[in-house]
C-alpha cells in the first residue's frame, strides 16, 4: 500500500527555517517523481518543487527560487523540503504528491499525501 505522509510543519517567525519531510512507503523515491505543493490563500496550488528518481530537480515557483531546497534520502525514502527565509505568504498547507516523473501533474498525480501546516508569523 502506498503512503506519503508529510511532517515537520508549524508555527516559525518570518525570516525563519523550516524542514517539511515526506516519508513514503510503497514505492521507491528512486522510481518515480516526488513534488511538493501549497496551498495558500493567495494560490489554490502550485507545485513547488519536484525531484526525479534520478535525482534532476526542478523548482516551480518564482517565488521560493534560492530559498526553498529540495533533496531525497534514498536510504530512509524521504524527501525533504528545506524552506529559509520564509515569508509570511508562504504560510499554508503543504503537500507531498507521487507521479511517474516530474512535474507531477496537479490533478490526477498517482499518490497525494494529506498535507501538513505552515505558519509563519511574529
Known amino acids: 500500500q502506498v503512503q506519503l505522509v508529510e511532517s515537520g510543519g508549524g508555527l516559525v517567525q518570518p525570516g525563519g527555517t523550516l524542514i517539511l519531510s515526506c516519508e513514503v512507503s510503497?514505492?521507491?523515491?528512486?522510481?518515480?517523481?516526488v513534488a511538493w505543493f501549497r496551498e495558500t490563500p493567495r494560490v489554490r496550488r502550485e507545485q513547488v518543487a519536484c525531484?526525479?528518481?534520478?535525482?534532476?530537480?526542478?523548482y516551480d515557483a518564482d517565488s521560493v527560487k534560492g530559498r526553498f531546497s529540495i533533496t531525497k534520502n534514498s536510504g530512509t525514502n524521504t524527501v525533504f523540503l528545506r524552506m529559509e527565509n520564509l515569508k509570511a505568504e508562504d504560510a499554508g498547507v503543504y503537500y507531498c504528491?507521487?507521479?511517474?516523473?516530474?512535474?507531477?501533474?496537479?490533478?490526477?498525480?498517482?499518490?497525494w499525501g494529506k498535507g501538513v501546516p505552515v505558519n509563519v508569523s511574529s
Open positions: 525531484i526525479t528518481g534520478s535525482g534532476r530537480i526542478q
Open positions: 504528491a507521487a507521479d511517474r516523473s516530474c512535474p507531477v501533474p496537479i490533478f490526477g498525480a498517482d499518490y
Open positions: 510503497g514505492f521507491s523515491v528512486n522510481t518515480r517523481g
